[in-house]
């Protein structure tokens, strides 16, 4: 059996000035565990490092553990853990274990009344899990690395490196962990402020001021229940929700309730309609009006002096598609294919970007473009979820790789449409991103009751790192807001009902977009939601002028009232009490906010 070279970690450290220490927790093939602790790097005053490298990680290991010593708390101590989406939790559950198994930035970071760090998992992002584990009194906040999962198609590709980050005093916060990394991606240039994008791209300026509607759907099929793989005689039949005929009177009744900027994001528009018979998008779905009736709608769009954008998708592919081919799809280490979700189209596989890249994508984009759409260019999950992966060798690609080709694809987007968009906040592809639908569904699952019991709650960390720099909604439970509570429990793109909401709007909710710095946007195609499309409107007017700048702060000022600053010294202060609170002699109601404007000099 060959072991975790333990006396190799300690070797690499031997010359470094001594530091703090880290417990290694290897656990093996066999479920046996070896632990070992290690001295760390010291890198300056504040920052620590530890590698393990690629070379001493035994073929039989299954996952490594890497637990700082000051992760390791009593039940009962003061502070708390957080990590990259901004879930945090207290030091206060006896037992009980949160591990989810990706990370939307790869950051963590504890907190107690004695000392505070965060740590920047620098490697392998797509590989580890982020662990809480209170058990037998004590509380474990670390990264465990999943050499199986790698290994399961690849040879172990790179070394395990984790810095770990000290912070004192006043910077003791999470705002200072968002900070730091923020920092971190504009110094070496993966992303840029929005401020700056928009001297380039118009269509960027033109977005911060607008509202987003997505048409959600001009047309699917419905989605089974089983992973069924169809052909072109066993597909369910297209159902026509939104002809683009009805959609052109939708879009006008939406401009003329006084609704003066909306980026329209049509979805459905392509061939076997929502999520049908990708990786093909063309034709034009003919049951809609095909190409001549998709055009008129995006020129009479832009005539109301709206954005008009559309939903593509390219990760998803299905055996009906005209343009199946085994040889685009991501494959395993045996040959199989990499297997998706189930979805309208039936059993889903997930395309390699690296193959599509050099195939199709580019010209299929420059198709899209030929129609006239203008605006962010809207790639459905590619930050949503974790690249996918190919052992193709044909197309080799890690979940790294792929992340570079997605990159290359909103990249090229950004050129031809003035800008690009995907759904969700994995970060892997910030750099390329103008907006995204929501950042996670966390506020959604507490407000529910649904979270795990060890989630307190969510601190703005994702905000505080990409406000400014990506646009947003903080939350499925913040997307269209105004609509009320869903009358249906189902979530399936590809049905309409759960679009329809009982119109009672929840002041909370309204509340958190604002102190999150979010935006609204809608998923709709009913003429019931102009109205309430309206009602968001009006709500976002009066801070959509924050959109551009960098969010620098955010706290709790007191109890159940937060603070929210930003670079020009605009502050926001939310209050959630059942009573008003004053600030700076300025009555705040109950479960609202006042926009304090930058003192003047």
Wanted: glycine fraction near 8%.
């Amino acid at each position: 059996m060959k072991k975790i070279l333990l006396s190799t970690i300690l070797v690499c450290f031997a010359s470094a000035i001594f530091a703090g220490t880290a417990r290694l927790n290897i656990t093996y093939k066999n479920k046996k565990t070896e632990t070992k602790l290690v001295q760390l790097e010291k890198i300056s005053d504040d920052k620590e490092r530890i590698v393990i490298k690629k070379e001493s990680i035994g073929d039989d290991v299954l996952h490594i553990d890497i637990i700082h010593s000051d992760a390791i708390v009593p039940v009962g101590t003061e502070g708390w853990w957080t990590y990259g989406r901004g879930l945090y939790g207290h030091f206060d559950k006896s037992h009980g274990v949160f591990t989810p198994n990706k990370s939307y930035i790869p950051i963590y970071a504890v907190k107690t009344d004695k000392k505070m760090f965060y740590a920047h998992v620098k490697s392998l992002r797509f590989f580890y899990d982020f662990c809480v584990i209170s058990s037998k009194g004590t509380y474990k906040v670390f990264p465990r690395f999943r050499i199986d999962k790698i290994r399961k198609n690849f040879d172990l590709y790179d070394d395990i490196v984790v810095e770990f980050n000290t912070l004192k005093g006043k910077d003791a916060t999470y705002a200072s962990v968002a900070r730091a990394y923020q920092k971190y991606q504009l110094e070496r240039g993966e992303v840029q402020p929005i401020k700056e994008r928009i001297k380039k791209y118009p269509e960027l300026e033109y977005l911060c001021d607008s509202i987003v509607v997505r048409i959600q759907t001009h047309a699917a099929k419905p989605i089974p229940d089983i992973p069924i793989r169809y052909t072109k005689e066993t597909e369910q039949p297209l159902v026509v929700h939104f002809p683009f005929g009805v959609a052109e009177e939708f879009v006008k009744a939406i401009k003329d309730s006084g609704v003066d900027k909306a980026t329209i994001v049509s979805a459905g528009w392509n061939y076997g309609g929502y999520d049908g018979r990708t990786p093909s998008h063309f034709p034009v779905e003919n049951a809609i009006g095909g190409e001549d009736g998709l055009r008129r709608l995006i020129q009479k769009t832009q005539d109301l002096g709206y954005q008009f954008t559309l939903h593509a998708t390219n990760t998803d592919a299905y055996e009906v598609s005209p343009m199946w081919s085994p040889d685009f799809i991501g494959k395993n280490k045996d040959g199989s294919l990499v297997k998706g979700g189930v979805w309208a189209g039936g059993q889903c596989f997930l395309v390699c970007q690296h193959a599509s890249w050099n195939a199709y994508v580019p010209e299929e984009l420059k198709q899209m473009r030929a129609l006239g759409a203008k605006g962010p260019h809207y790639i459905d999950v590619y930050s949503a979820t974790y690249p996918n992966y190919c052992a193709d060798p044909k197309h080799f690609a890690t979940p790294e790789i792929m992340a570079e080709y997605q990159n290359k694809i909103l990249a090229m987007s950004k050129e031809l449409f003035g800008g690009a968009s995907s759904e969700g906040g994995f970060d892997h592809v910030a750099g390329n991103l103008d907006y995204i639908n929501y950042v996670s569904r966390d506020i959604k699952l507490i407000r529910d009751g649904k979270h795990n019991k060890l989630v307190a709650g969510v601190f703005p960390i994702w905000e505080l790192v990409y406000h400014g720099i990506i646009l947003y909604t903080s939350d499925r439970a913040t997307q269209n807001h105004t609509r009320g509570k869903c009358m249906y429990k189902i979530e399936k793109s590809g049905d309409p009902r759960w679009m329809e909401g009982d119109g009672i709007v929840d002041p909370y909710i309204s509340l958190k977009i604002v102190e999150f710095g979010g935006r609204p946007i809608f998923y709709t195609y009913k003429f019931a939601d102009v109205p309430r499309i309206k009602r968001a409107w009006d709500e976002f007017v009066p801070v959509r002028h924050l959109q551009k700048l960098l969010m620098t702060d955010h706290c709790e000022i007191a109890k159940d009232v937060f603070m929210t600053s930003y670079e020009d010294g605009s502050k926001t202060i939310s209050n959630y009490r059942k009573t008003p609170f004053v600030y700076e002699n300025v009555e705040i109601a109950s479960l609202s906010y006042k926009l304090f404007s930058p003192k003047k000099n």
